[in-house]
């Protein structure tokens, strides 16, 4: 088994950050947006869902597992250089397929859903009824599964 220099010279076990630094090299970050991005969204979500499953809810299991997802496919795309160039092509084929379905119309098609949420979260600060958040919601929910059907039938000619 190789030891790396970092452990070997590190006092009682420890690690000599300054040797690791010196073999690996400095971190080269692509993308700082997509960076924090992912780790403050996906933090944030998974702070609350593991309040959640604590309290008994076992279905925020599934979103911890989601927003761990989210975290590293964030972190991938951030500091390689090769997930960087996937990230920015597959962006680039979105919005060509936003283009192409939807022409000049394309940016307010885009952003509606996160226009959409928005809306929901007001009408809930405000105290709007229960039955008229849900139905939004339900609504909002919906136009983004069609949208993401939508988008993702265009994509399929660039594989």
């Known amino acids: 088994m190789i030891k790396s220099k ?3 010279a590190g006092v009682s076990g420890g690690v000599d950050f300054t040797v690791l630094a010196r073999e690996v090299g400095s971190l080269k970050m692509y993308d700082w947006k997509t960076f924090l991005a992912a780790l403050l969204l996906g933090g944030a979500g998974m702070a609350i869902h593991l309040m959640k499953l604590l309290q008994g809810g076992m279905v925020s299991l599934a979103w911890l597992i989601l927003f761990a997802y989210l975290i590293c496919r964030g972190t991938y795309e951030s500091v390689t250089e090769q997930g960087f ?3 920015k092509e597959r962006n680039s ?3 060509q397929v936003y283009q192409e ?3 000049k119309l394309w940016p307010v098609v885009s952003w509606s859903v ?3 949420w928005g809306v929901i979260i007001i009408l809930a600060l405000v105290s709007a ?4 958040i ?3 919601g339900t609504a909002v929910l919906l136009y983004q599964l069609i ?3 939508i988008i993702r039938g265009g994509l399929r000619k660039y594989r």
């Open 114 to 116: 996160v226009i959409g």
């Open 147 to 149: 949208l993401t059907v």
């Open 134 to 136: 849900v139905a939004g």
């Open 101 to 103: 379905r939807f022409g």
């Open 129 to 132: 009824p229960a039955w008229m």
């Open 85 to 87: 160039r996937r990230g």
């Open 6 to 8: 970092a452990v070997t």
């Open 93 to 95: 084929q979105v919005k």
